[in-house]
């Protein structure tokens, strides 16, 4: 009798400690293999092949146990470059050409157009100004480019430029489909015509806010507005499906753009880990494979997470 008091002003003791506060709870075994790490703000881009990889990024963290603030399509540029620099983002896909944007009376001439110089120089820039970690790049040009209606560089022989710059300086009609980065940017379309010794009216461009390359594709392969050529990127995959035809760039204007994950530097020493989650990812990514997955979201319509997903699971990289 008195064992079964006994008993009961225990429990009664314990329950009144618990609802105080005195006493915590504590599992006897804590599995350490399912505590998540992070959180980890991905961004990326506003186009399809930001879309892509940002959705790999996300893809691939969550799979190895990160919570992850998924902030993919979040801005140009500028805008995005801001916000990682601010301590705003994590992580995020970067074009190692964009190292003459961001540096580019820093560097030497020339040295970004040449992919193992651009990566370099960018990678040992940022760490030194801004701690950010560039991680190994993919194998793929996504350069600007301009592209023309495949009728129209028929008709009028245009393949480069330069043949370009001459129909545009003889009165040919044009009207040219881009982003406001790409038009306002001095290294992007001011460079073309500087170089190539041509120049575009206002009444010849139709500018977009974002930097969606399937929207300027689409525009000239449509003629909305009387639009025949576009902004394009080396990585698009649906240039040949809806007609259009990219303009060689024979005087080497623009910088090799190779597409790299860009971390913080406090978060890449946090997790060292990134380099191996993302290293084997970005090698598969030829200039071939970025056409075909960039050709299945902007042409076939298909989902750009659900297209890197299964890029993912494919190739074992979700096992």
């Known amino acids: 009798m008195s064992k079964g008091l006994g008993i009961g002003v225990g429990a009664a003791v314990v329950l009144v400690l618990l609802i105080a506060g005195v006493l915590t709870f504590v599992p006897s075994e804590v599995d350490e293999s399912e505590e998540r790490k992070g959180p980890v703000t991905v961004a990326s881009k506003i186009d399809t092949e930001g879309a892509l990889l940002g959705g790999m990024m996300v893809e691939l963290l969550e799979h190895h146990g990160f919570e992850v603030i998924d902030e993919t399509e979040f801005g140009p540029t500028d805008v995005i ?12 896909p970067e074009y190692t050409g964009n190292g003459a ?21 960018v990678r040992d820039l940022d760490y030194e100004e801004h701690e950010l970690i560039w991680m190994e790049p993919a194998p793929a040009n996504n350069t600007w480019a301009i592209a023309v209606r495949s009728d129209l560089a028929e ?35 001011p460079a073309f015509e500087e170089e190539y010794g041509f120049e575009l009216s206002d009444d010849q461009l139709l500018v977009f806010s974002g930097g969606n390359t399937a929207m300027t ?14 902004m394009a990127y ?19 204007v623009q910088p090799v753009y190779e597409p790299a994950p860009l971390v913080r530097g406090d978060v890449a020493s946090q997790y060292p880990e990134l380099e191996d989650i993302f290293g084997p990812v970005f090698e ?16 076939g319509g298909e989902d ?14 979700l096992n």
């Open 304 to 317: 750009a997470r659900q297209v890197a997903r299964e890029f993912l699971q494919e190739n074992e990289f």
């Open 284 to 299: 598969r990514l030829s200039k071939e494979m970025l056409q075909e997955l960039n050709g299945r979201i902007a042409v």
């Open 234 to 252: 080396g990585t698009d995959g649906e240039l040949a499906a809806l007609g259009l035809t990219v303009l060689g760039d024979n005087l080497g």
């Open 217 to 230: 594709i689409q525009a000239a392969a449509e003629q909305q507005d009387g639009v025949n050529t576009a």
């Open 101 to 121: 944007f961001f540096f580019g009376d820093d560097a030497p001439e020339g040295v970004w157009n040449d992919a193992d110089s651009a990566y370099d120089t």
């Open 81 to 92: 470059r801001e916000a990682i620099v601010a301590g705003e983002i994590d992580i995020y």
């Open 155 to 189: 008709a009028e022989g245009l393949s480069t430029k330069e043949d370009f710059a001459e129909y545009v300086n003889q009165g040919g009609t044009v009207k040219l489909a881009a982003s406001e980065e790409f038009v306002t940017r001095p290294d992007v379309l």
